[in-house]
Nanobody, 126 residues
């Protein structure tokens, strides 16, 4: 049974930081692209960041560049999202996902990802 479990969400004031983790179990995803998305009620799921299997290549949506950092620890089958200088507009449910079709090309649409976690709520107060 494949499972992705996110953790690290919570309530933080604007300007604060959070570190999200996504741990995979059931099989290893160290050979694939992994990504983070976020979603608010009534809106489409939005791409946030992606990382290649080796961790060398990363890509971010413009709104988080310079504030968020995606990384991974393949030995622990875990991907992270360090979020600094948080803004109220970053408030959302954050999901991690795996793209089993790619190792280095970083997809940005949710339809290209195969497995998803259950999400973790991030709330940034003003």
């Amino acid at each position: 049974q494949v499972q992705l479990v996110e953790s690290g969400g919570g309530l933080v004031q604007a300007g604060g930081s959070l570190r999200l983790s996504c741990a995979a179990s059931g099989r290893t995803f160290s050979g694939y692209v992994m990504g983070w998305f976020r979603q608010t009620p009534g809106k489409e799921r939005e791409f946030v960041a992606a990382i290649s299997w080796s961790g060398i290549s990363t890509y971010y949506v413009d709104s988080v560049k310079g504030r968020f950092t995606i990384s991974r620890d393949n030995a622990k089958n875990t991907v992270f999202l360090q979020m600094n200088s948080l803004r109220p507009e970053d408030t959302a449910v954050y999901y991690c996902a795996v793209d089993r079709n790619r190792r280095n090309v970083l997809a940005t649409t949710p339809y290209e990802y195969d497995y998803w976690g259950q999400g973790t709520q991030v709330t940034v107060s003003s």
